[in-house]
């Protein structure tokens, strides 16, 4: 699912979530904060769309089917290896995030059940951040 107006260069966020309810809720809350977004199922989806255009963030579910976000995030450092890196946010249920976060090498998390509110307020200080280098 891709949302873009072609006349305005807005951030795009790339979500990887094997919850389609989830992917869906987030989708439509970061469109209409301004944020073109896409969606993929797994790892393997999300490698693939990531391919075909590299997103300003990505936002990540940890415990996917296929390929978790742990190994997605992996294969994009080798991919991506010399090339500016994406930004990644991880989310998961999971107790040990902070741990994963760190083997991920992503400073950004959030513990699931998170407020919409957060969540925007994560991404757009990332997108700032990055958009300030």
Known sequence: MLRSDP??????ILIVEDDFEIAATIAELLTG???????????????????AAAPDLILLDVEMPILDGPGMAHALATE?????????????AARDIEMVARRVGTPHYLKKPFSLDRLTKLIDGVLGTRARR
């Open 7 to 12: 006349e305005v260069n807005l951030p795009s």
């Open 33 to 51: 904060s301004g944020h073109v977004t896409r969606t993929a199922c797994n790892g393997v989806e999300g490698l693939r769309q990531i391919g």
């Open 80 to 92: 991506r290896a010399g090339k500016t890196p994406i930004p990644i946010v991880l989310v998961s």
